[in-house]
């Protein structure tokens, strides 16, 4: 079946280290999309890709990192720059003019200790 | 500034209640308005609206659309305890080059037996 793989699903980080979070599709969609989720703060989008090696900012990328070398597979660093990186992270992907929104992944929450 | 606001932020009811979820919006140049259902993890499509006054239904959800006004409400009859979730709406506008979507703070609706 297809759908979008999000990996790991709890992550523990300590302070000073760059994590990745890993996010990968097989429905065959263009674009991708990293959320974080913060309680009471609704989904804030941080990076987006509409095409394999180009990716554009959301509107909290600071402290992120993101690439787009394959299709199917769109990472995401979590850096030291980051300095509340404590959330619940959200993939997504659509096809270009989709017709039902976003695919999302089952998310990953990410814990600094 | 492009923004989506749903209300209540936060309802509990009974089981056996009726509720009605709010989205209001302002965006430039709107498309669709979409509606999630996350229960833990992944948000799940409801609902994407795009022409007013036109209700979608899925079994005890529906919803509608009113461009004029710049609202969309979620109704759910008869609620149970399975429709505790946050409810995401989002809004996606027309000429969308960045195929962005933009997502309110949600709505935590929790159902008590």
């Known amino acids: 079946d297809g759908g979008i793989t999000q990996s790991p699903k709890y992550l523990f980080r300590k302070e000073g280290q760059n994590v990745t979070l890993s996010c990968e599709q097989n429905?065959?969609?263009?674009?991708m999309y990293w959320y974080r989720q913060d309680p009471g703060q609704g989904l804030r989008l941080i990076y987006y890709?509409?095409?394999?090696?180009?990716?554009q900012k959301g509107d909290i990328a600071e402290g992120y990192s993101v690439s787009r070398e394959k299709k199917e597979s769109f990472p995401l660093t979590v850096t030291s720059a980051q300095k509340n990186p404590t959330a619940f992270y959200l993939c997504?992907?659509?096809?270009?003019?989709?017709?039902?929104?976003?695919?999302f992944g089952s998310g990953t929450r990410l814990t600094v200790v | 500034e492009d923004k989506v606001v749903q209300s209540p932020l936060s309802l509990v009811v009974h089981e056996g209640d009726t509720v009605t979820l709010n989205c209001s919006y302002e965006?430039?140049?709107?498309?669709?308005l979409l509606w999630y259902k996350q229960e833990k993890k992944a948000p799940t499509f409801l609902f994407m609206l795009t022409s007013s006054g036109i209700e979608k239904k899925s079994g005890r959800l529906s919803s509608i659309l009113d461009k004029k006004e710049l609202f969309s409400i979620l109704n759910i009859t008869a609620t149970q305890t399975g429709d505790s979730a946050i409810y995401l709406c989002a809004v996606e506008p027309l000429m969308n080059r960045d195929d962005k979507i933009i997502f309110g703070k949600g709505t935590r609706l929790h159902i008590l037996p």
């Open positions: 890709s509409q095409i394999v090696n180009d990716f």
């Open positions: 429905l065959n969609h263009d674009a």
């Open positions: 965006v430039t140049n709107f498309r669709s």
């Open positions: 997504a992907s659509s096809i270009h003019r989709r017709e039902y929104g976003y695919t």
